[in-house]
């Protein structure tokens, strides 16, 4: 006996990720529905050598389902979500209205899969942002070894992790350059984003930050451990899929880097590739369709007691939100619902 199961926003993204992972995986489902809002009514999403007809969420009952998977906007997720907790269903949810719900468990499997059972408080789970699972998966295992005080990260993150629009705008804005008359205006950005790089995502907050980097820094708490420091510098740069993001990261005890390397390659979700020489490292266009979350560059940090650098790549659409979810999915399985 196996799950079923709702993908919610199965035409955006996340959802179409989603649906493929779950596929890739061999999640065991019993009945999958495709949602999405009525203006995909009808429309037909891929789940493995099936073919999905999009239904509309507003008049779906959750009644009877297992689990699930929302990928739409906070706003949509308010009106939704409540109503197939209700109705028995968990959700896990990749908005970010519930990360910060103390009744809410805010999971990375590899890092606190504990926390799972704390799901039947609301019968919500919340998927992290993009910037900070990636992130955490490579903190964890060295904040394990040698307690990790400080981070200092500036992430370069791709445009798919604003939506659809985000590439659309990429995509016809490069176009542009090139054709006289078809200039496209920033519209899903405040500036240019074709051959530019913008220092700001999501809100800005009173103190200069903004919201995208304060994710970062209380999600990274919640997840990992409060007692961390980060400071995060959020940035968008025009690549399509795959987030990377440069980690300064200060520890309690010495750890040097032959030793992080080595941590690293035996913690779960991580893929280390690592030569001192031309191309040894890992690029955004090389994790995409990737389960891992590629470290490159450890260095010992001199200018700090105990302080290391790093690089950490990641395809933000499967690690930073599909993939996860599905991980949750998998774990709250075999944790609490154990059908399959
Ligand atoms: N992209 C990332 O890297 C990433 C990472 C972490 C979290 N997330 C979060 O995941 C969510 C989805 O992101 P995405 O990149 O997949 O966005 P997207 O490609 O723009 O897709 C949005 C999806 O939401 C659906 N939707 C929007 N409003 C709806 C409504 N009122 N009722 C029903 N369905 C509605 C859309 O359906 P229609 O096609 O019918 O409009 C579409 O399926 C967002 O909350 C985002 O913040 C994204």
Known sequence: MGYRIAIVGATGNVGHEMLNILAEREFPVDEIVALAS???????VSFGDRTLKTRDLETFDFSGWDMALFAIGSDATKKYAPKAAAAGCVVIDNSSL????PDVPLIV?????????????KNIIANPNCSTAQMVVALKPLHDRAKIKRVVVSTYQSVSGSGKAGIDELWNQTKGMYVPGQEVEPSAYPKQIAFNVIPHIDVFLDDGSTKEEWKMVAET?????PSIKVTATCVRVPVFVGHAEAVNIEFEDFLDDDEARDILREAPGIMV??????GGYVTPVECVGDFA????RIRQDSTIDNGLNLWCVSDNLRKGAALNAVQIAELLGREVLKKG
């Not at 009525?38 to 037909?44: A, F």
């Not at 519930?98 to 719900?101: E, G, K, N, Q, S």
């Not at 890092?111 to 408080?121: E, F, T």
């Not at 708490?221 to 451990?225: A, F, L, M, P, Y």
């Open 38 to 44: 009525r203006r995909s009514l009808g429309t037909e």
């Open 273 to 278: 590739i690592d030569k001192r020489e031309d």
């Open 221 to 225: 708490k919640k997840i990992v451990d």
């Open 293 to 296: 979350t590629f470290i490159s």
């Open 109 to 121: 499997p590899e890092v606190n899969p504990k926390d799972v059972h704390g799901y039947a408080k």
């Open 98 to 101: 519930y990360r910060y719900d």
